[in-house]
């Protein structure tokens, strides 16, 4: 996928299983997209530094840090409250929910999931500020 000026539309995906990282990235980079991984919050916050990604998809539990506190770190950093949030976890009471959501989480979707389900969500995010903007 790019975006209007040709370039490629950058995801993060942050997980700390190695297994569902190679899925999402596997899923991201056939639909077109480019994709960085980061296993824990420490390397996520690196590689927003090195490129900044059009979305992030993270999981709420992460080793040593949660993914909803890494989304609401971000959300309060000037350059990154835009980028929307697509989190992606086994996690299922309503309490998590309700929390990614006030952190600024833009979907929640819940593993396992399907592929075109999560390409679906992908795109739909991607698009959210872009129709806050006009």
């Not at 690196?46 to 979305?55: G, H, K, R, V």
């Not at 309700?98 to 992908?122: C, E, H, I, S």
Request: with cysteine; net charge negative.
């Amino acid at each position: 996928m790019t975006q209007e000026n040709g370039s490629r539309i950058t995801i993060l995906a942050i997980n700390d299983e190695a297994d569902v990282l190679a899925q999402i990235a596997a899923i991201a980079e056939k639909a077109g997209y480019a994709c960085l991984c980061a296993r824990e919050a420490n390397s996520a916050r690196e590689a927003i530094q090195q490129a900044m990604p059009d979305l992030i998809i993270s999981d709420t539990n992460l080793a040593g840090q949660s993914g909803v506190a890494v989304c609401e770190q971000l959300k309060q950093q000037i350059g990154h409250c835009e980028i929307p949030v697509l989190f992606l976890s086994a996690a299922q009471g309503p309490d998590i929910i309700r929390r990614a959501d006030a952190v600024g989480g833009t979907y929640y979707l819940r593993k396992p999931f399907d592929a075109p389900v999560f390409l679906q969500l992908v795109e739909k995010a991607r698009l959210v500020p872009q129709l806050s903007q006009a």
